[in-house]
């Protein structure tokens, strides 16, 4: 379902990088014995997860749908960008869709709090809360205020069926407060990190809220689990693309890779991909910086840059997908005043597949630009597991090559001790 074309990349894998390597660090691994390993929950889970707690979840999902017309899913990083991800990737702009979904407690902006509490006035909204450790301070506070509009609009009682926590399954702040008020809860496994979360009630639960297929989801996170699983050398997709970083950034000099949709409805999958790489790997003075860009768009505003700015700090990797979630065609017109009746032979997605071509052309035989490419067979439901999967695998190889550990994330917490220091939260 993804393959990588190194084609466009100027890497050598078979002569920039030890296969052996590559082995040994598949074996840590499978083994579980690298660093972090008490956080590989997520290798396992498509396989592993508790199919009684999710069919609760499909049940307590279908009666919360029943009742709203808006959710309100509150979370920040691994807790909601998955989710998000999944929604925009998925569900897009698709209103016929009963349930509008709006994300909340990513942000301590007052202005965004403020427009959203007054556009919930005359909403009929329900609450899913994320957050693995309970106590992280945007979702607190988002919480706080919506969980009290939500029982001033509807009441104390009918708030125990439209609110819904995911988090820790014994401990915690928002575990105590759910179970003191009568709240539903779902676990966040404790042997998976934020970021490796969304295959988890993390994600799945308010995409079963939002209406979307989450069997599919899982069934293409458990074939990529499968394929990857019988592959423990170069002959493994993920790793031939944490490969082709790692050798870009550690032999090459690259600082900064930037992953690029042609797909707008893939631009929250970025931000997921952000953290994911961000957090997994930015350790100990090492690693690329991960950024993003969604083409045509950015062309016209960075694609300036790519072309011809700094050299030898940032590649790409570009994801290009076969089949489309949809396709649309370009109307003839009798008067053809826009002259773009050359384009009618073709669908948009055709259109968009040579943009591709021309752009591979242009930043890396023209800009010097190295490409790695993904393809990707298609983009739905069964897509999204598998490349949750297959990044997730590919990061903790990436990871382990840099000799950091994946699953932590102690810089985080600098600014948190900062901030909380600053505000005066009592020890
Ligand atoms: O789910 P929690 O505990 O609220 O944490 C949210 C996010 O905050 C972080 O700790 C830091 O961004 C992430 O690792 C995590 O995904």
């Known amino acids: 379902m993804i393959k990588v074309n190194l084609e466009y990349a100027s890497v050598d894998l078979a002569k920039e990088i030890k296969d052996g390597d590559i082995q040994k660090i598949d074996a840590m691994i499978r083994n579980k014995t690298g660093e972090g390993a008490d956080f590989l929950g997520w290798l396992d889970w498509p396989k592993n997860y508790d199919t009684k707690e999710f069919n609760a979840m499909k049940k307590v999902a279908k009666q919360l749908r029943a009742k709203i017309d808006t959710l ?9 960008l998955g989710t998000r991800a999944a929604d925009e990737m998925l569900r897009g702009l698709n209103h016929t869709d009963k349930v509008e979904v709006i994300y909340a407690g990513h942000t301590m902006s007052s202005t965004y709090t403020d427009q959203l509490t007054k556009y919930l006035k005359n909403k009929k909204f329900g609450i899913v809360v994320v957050s693995k450790s309970g106590t992280t301070t945007e979702p607190g506070i988002a919480f706080r205020l919506l969980e009290n509009q939500l029982i001033q609009q509807f009441g104390l009682e009918a708030a125990k069926e439209l609110i819904v926590a995911v988090t820790d399954k014994a401990k915690g702040a928002l ?3 759910a179970d003191q008020k009568g709240y539903q809860t779902f676990v966040i496994p404790d042997d998976i990190g934020g970021r490796f979360s969304v295959l988890t009630p993390v994600g799945i639960f308010p995409l079963m809220v939002a209406g979307v297929n989450t069997d599919k989801i899982l069934d293409g996170a458990k074939k990529a689990m499968k394929k990857l699983a019988k592959q423990h050398d170069l002959s493994n997709s993920a790793y031939q693309y944490a490969a082709a970083r790692y050798i870009l950034n ?7 890779e930037a992953l690029v949709s042609y797909e707008l409805q893939m631009q929250l999958l970025t931000e997921w991909w952000k953290q994911l790489f961000g957090e997994s790997e930015g350790k100990n003075g090492k690693s690329l910086f991960p950024t993003s ?12 840059w790519v072309q011809e700015g700094t050299r030898k700090v940032m590649f790409e990797t570009v994801i290009r997908v076969a089949k489309p979630l949809a396709d649309v065609k370009v109307p003839k017109d009798k008067d053809n005043f826009d002259e773009l009746n050359y384009l009618t032979t073709k669908t948009l997605h055709e259109i968009n597949s040579i943009a591709i071509e021309g752009v591979l052309d242009a930043h890396v035989n023209v800009g010097k630009m190295p490409n790695i490419v993904l393809e990707f067979e298609k983009m739905n439901e069964e897509m999204f597991g598998y490349l949750v999967y297959w ?5 903790a190889m990436s990871a382990y090559l840099l000799e950091v550990n994946p699953f932590n994330q102690p810089g985080v917490e600098v600014y948190k001790k900062n901030m909380f220091k600053l505000l005066g939260k009592p020890e």
């Open 72 to 80: 309100i899913v509150i979370g920040i990083g691994g807790s909601y």
């Open 175 to 177: 575990k105590t407060l």
């Open 250 to 256: 550690t032999k090459h000099g690259y600082k900064m």
């Open 293 to 304: 860009m969604i083409f045509s768009t950015d062309l016209h505003s960075l694609g300036q």
């Open 391 to 395: 990044f997730e695998l590919a990061v």
